[in-house]
């Protein structure tokens, strides 16, 4: 075990949690301290090193401070269930009402309480995801989102996580177990902010969603922390049958950020519909692995991710779709297309297709390139500045995902902050907005 | 139809056959006195010697790599035989009369062109009859134009500043646990030098066949390019039926100088194993080259046989305006496991690489591109294009991509699109419709599917890896 194992364990002991929860984070530990440290030789960590967590060494629990980051914060403008994470606790003050099937585990009656035993942990396979097994081992608080068969939230569920300043490096713990049952639907929106530039925390958050017979999701994920907050994060789906997640993901790179999408078609007829951006800048790392199991028939998967990568950022992008000898009729898909703007920019690709069924119809694409000079050429020559070309080009590359987001909030407030990070003012959202 | 194919499946591998010559075997076994003794056998010299214990050296402290999406039984390296050649060398055949009929016989079946037929193929062969080259032909129409093509062994002797020179310079004794263990017991291989500015007046070619019962072959490929020289050269090889597993670890190391042309094309038909997935051979490769300012080196594979394979024809682009191709048709059928692909490292500008891999499962058999295209900081304008595509025949395949795709220099262009779907129900009805039989549709479908690599194939091996596609896929319509 190394130092920071140890350091984790450790702060699983301080822990105050019910005893509910005892087994799973028995379970946990047990994984995550029996697991072999990721290096350079591991796969899955090939290109990202932990380097900065273990360095960090974060030995405290993060607190939950004031009220005074609320200035430095702008939420996004939508009529929605909103919940407040303050360095991972929940902050009932911040909070709007929470409507049925929305509840803290802490607050779970019986019935609740009987589901999250039974289906936390149950998505994610922390055998393979570390971090998940981590997740396990430090459980104690969460979010259930549960809704009854046949039903549809009434509004969106905006979950808002603040990381603030510490005194030390300290560590935080996000749960969400969302259960859509039969012919249900939601949408679920995930939103990282830090208070601050001044950040030295981890931040460990996973995300379950189990979708049922006919169910409907639509999930957003948008992190954009600042550079020195660490995080690894997860999002682990079931889809059965004829189920459909709809997901959108956008991050900004730092010292050390990993987000895992692993998604298990198991239920016939089911969609996954997943699309991502990540923008690294500076020095920053961003590192998405996607997983698609595909185990039963007549599934379908379209995943797209697109990256502009600037500076000295590195990004890594590793998207594996593994169809499984019963899976026929399989349709899936995967592009990703990145951006290099600097000449100290780096990007790590690897589409990965592993097939064991033949009527199935898989391709994967990738590229890497820059700007392309015709079109710089074609703007220039009308009279737009080269910078201004650039910019209005490479929000165009983002825009394309941004344009298919579902929900126009989200779009609203992603789209000035993505032309102000291209160096433009906010008077080019208007017209390209719709375009 | 299913029928069809399990009659069809159970044909037996045509080129399985054993000649019975007399072998100087070593017992099986290695150890450091193993590497003395073969570097004796060869009558080296010492530098030869050192460089062979180095890599020995080497070899033991490294471990046997598990990252290939293949599964097979542990190899115990020291039940192996590092060393056989046949005996009849032992009083130099001076000309072909005096070789060994029963291996004159052995050639005779395979087709090989060494006797009358080298004129009219038009071929230099330099065939390795199990460890040893026997025989080298069209030797002095080469010197004519300065070529060397001659064994490793010889050229040790021969040219030995250049061998010191290039050995290992592209393959280090140190790059990888197979690359070692060729090293260390190389038995022997081709080595070829071309003067600047010179043309090779022919192809050349090796066959190679592993013969001996329970031996591994080693061979060590050296090709040689200077300025300006062009060079196309055929690597072909079928194997006897036999129910051991066997080993085969080569090193091949091409160095084209500058605006030198390498051409390096394979047709692999080793023995890939019974219908129950007993025997077939291992076959675990390493080949690089590298490019000089202006150079090319162009890979051409087709394998369809052995057990597992594990073989990426590599090319670092390291000077300016390099060019690096990879074309390659992977055919596996029953329990034939292969993870097979490129790898292109673009250090200098302006530096091009083309891969274009088309795999083929079939049976209960798993294929798998694995491939890196790697830009340095410094490849400016860099330009890569890959397309990978899998034919699946038969719902009991697999067919695996895994390209990792590195870039450090945003005036790069990297493109990679992969594909993977079975023979279409459209294409077959339209063929059968048309009064071809499911075999034929699906031969003449696969040879479609495989165009883009055959037509880079030189001429006489574009018509055998045709017929070598038809005969590895007979059986296997679903």
Redo the contacts between chains.
């Keep these: 075990m190394t130092d920071f194992q140890h350091l984790a364990l450790k702060l699983a002991t301080t822990q105050r949690s019910p005893d509910w929860l005892k087994d799973l984070r028995e379970r946990g530990a047990t994984s995550w301290s029996s697991a072999k440290w990721p290096t350079r030789k591991t796969?899955n960590w090939k290109y990202t090193p932990l380097a900065p967590l273990q360095s960090a060494a974060p030995a405290r629990w993060a607190s939950t401070a004031g009220n005074d980051w609320q200035n430095d914060i702008e939420l996004m403008d939508l009529d929605a269930t909103r919940l407040v994470f303050v360095n991972g606790q929940f902050s009932a003050e911040q909070s709007t009402a929470l409507p049925a099937g929305v509840v803290r585990f802490a607050d779970a009656n019986a019935d609740q309480r009987l589901l999250i035993e039974q289906k936390l942990g149950t998505v994610v396979d922390a055998e393979r995801h570390l971090f998940a097994a981590l997740s396990n081992a430090w459980a104690n608080d969460g979010i259930l989102i549960h809704v009854a068969r046949g039903q549809s939230l009434a509004k969106p569920v905006y979950l808002l996580n603040v990381s603030t300043p510490e005194a030390e490096p300290a560590v935080s713990n996000q749960r969400v177990l969302i259960i859509l049952e039969d012919g249900s639907h939601a949408e679920v929106i995930e939103h990282y902010v830090s208070a601050d530039s001044e950040q030295n925390g981890f931040v460990n958050s996973l995300t379950e969603v189990v979708v049922g017979n006919n169910a409907k999701i639509e999930h957003y994920r948008v992190n954009l922390e600042q550079e020195d907050l660490l995080h690894v994060g997860g999002v682990h789906v079931n889809l059965h049958r004829d189920a459909r997640f709809h997901g959108f993901t956008l991050a900004q790179g730092s010292r050390l950020k990993r987000i895992d999408y692993q998604v298990n078609h198991r239920g016939e007829g089911a969609h996954l519909e997943l699309h991502g951006v990540y923008l690294p800048r500076n020095k920053q790392l961003i590192d998405y692995h996607t997983n698609v199991e595909h185990c039963v028939p007549h599934c379908t998967t379209n995943e797209v991710f697109r990256g502009i990568i600037g500076d000295s950022a590195k990004a890594v992008f590793n998207g594996r779709i593994h169809i499984h000898?019963k899976a026929?009729k399989t349709l899936a898909e995967l592009s990703n297309k990145?951006l290099?703007?600097?000449?100290?920019?780096?990007?790590?690709?690897?589409?990965?297709?592993?097939?064991?069924?033949?009527?199935?119809?898989?391709?994967?694409?990738?590229?890497?390139?820059?700007l392309n000079e015709t079109s710089l050429f074609y703007l220039q020559s009308r009279g737009v500045t080269r910078a201004e070309a650039i910019s209005m080009l490479s929000f165009g590359f983002i825009n394309e995902l941004l344009n298919q987001v579902p929900q126009q909030a989200v779009q609203d407030y992603l789209r000035p902050r993505l032309t102000t990070l291209f160096g433009k003012g906010s008077e080019l959202v208007g017209q390209l907005a719709y375009e | 139809m299913s029928e069809q194919v399990e009659s069809l499946i159970k044909k037996e591998y045509a080129a399985g056959f054993h000649s019975a010559i007399e072998s100087d075997t070593l017992p099986p076994g290695l150890n450091e006195e193993v590497v003395r003794f073969i570097s004796a056998k060869k009558e080296e010299p010492e530098w030869m010697l050192d460089w062979r214990l180095k890599a020995f050296r080497a070899w033991q402290e490294m471990e046997e790599p598990t990252?290939a999406h293949v599964h097979y039984p542990e190899i115990d390296f020291q039940a192996v035989s590092y060393f056989s050649a046949p005996k009849s060398m032992a009083d130099k055949p001076k000309s072909l009369d005096e070789v060994d009929p029963e291996l004159i016989a052995t050639y005779e079946k395979l087709g090989i062109p060494l006797h009358e037929q080298e004129m009219l193929a038009g071929v230099a062969v330099d065939a390795v009859f199990d460890s040893v080259s026997v025989v080298t032909t069209f030797r002095a129409k080469l010197e004519e134009a300065g070529v060397i093509f001659c064994p490793i062994s010889e050229a040790v002797h021969r040219c030995p500043e250049l061998v010191q020179k290039y050995l290992g310079s592209v393959v280090p004794q140190k790059d990888n646990y197979y690359a070692a263990l060729n090293s260390a017991v190389f038995s022997d291989g081709s080595f070829v030098y071309i003067p600047k500015g010179v043309r090779c007046p022919m192809e050349l070619s090796t066959y190679f066949r592993i013969n001996e019962m329970n031996t591994g072959q080693f061979e060590r490929t050296l090709i040689i390019a200077e300025e300006g020289s062009h060079v196309s050269y055929l690597e072909g090889c079928t194997a006897p039926m036999r129910d051991e597993n066997q080993l085969h670890a080569a090193v091949v190391e091409l160095v084209a100088l500058d605006n030198a042309q390498i051409k390096y094309s394979t047709v692999q038909n080793w023995y890939p194993g019974n219908a129950e997935g007993k025997g077939g051979i291992y076959n675990f490769v390493t080949k690089r080259g590298i490019c000089h300012t202006n150079a090319k080196i162009s890979w051409t594979q087709v394998e369809t046989g052995s057990a597992v394979t594990w073989k990426y024809p590599s090319c670092i682009l390291k000077g300016d305006n390099s060019v690096g191709e990879f074309y390659s048709v992977a055919l596996t059928n029953n329990f034939q496991q292969a993870d097979t692909g490129t790898k292109m490292i673009h250090l200098g500008k302006n530096t091009r690489s083309t891969i274009i891999a088309k795999g083929i499962s079939a049976g209960q058999s798993n294929s798998a591109y694995r491939g890196l295209v790697r830009?340095n900081?410094g490849a400016d304008g860099a330009r890569n294009f890959t397309q990978c595509d899998?034919l699946?025949?038969?719902?009991?395949?697999?067919?695996?991509?895994?390209?990792?795709?590195?870039?450090?220099?945003?005036?790069?262009?990297?493109?990679?699109?992969?594909?993977?779907?079975?023979v279409s129900d459209d294409q077959m009805f339209l063929c059968q419709q048309r009064g071809l039989d499911a075999e034929k549709a699906i031969s003449m479908i696969v040879n479609g599917f495989c165009r883009e690599v055959f037509k880079e194939l030189p001429m006489e091996f574009a018509v055998e890896a045709g017929k070598l596609l038809e005969v590895s896929l007979e059986g296997s319509v679903g």
């Design positions: 796969e000898p026929q990145n290099l703007t600097s000449p100290t920019a780096e990007i790590y690709t690897k589409p990965e297709l592993e097939i064991y069924a033949d009527d199935v119809r898989c391709a994967h694409g990738a590229t890497i390139s820059q | 990252w830009i900081p899998s699946l025949i038969g719902d009991r395949c697999g067919a695996h991509t895994f390209p990792y795709i590195e870039s450090k220099n945003p005036s790069a262009v990297i493109e990679h699109e992969a594909t993977t779907s079975k």
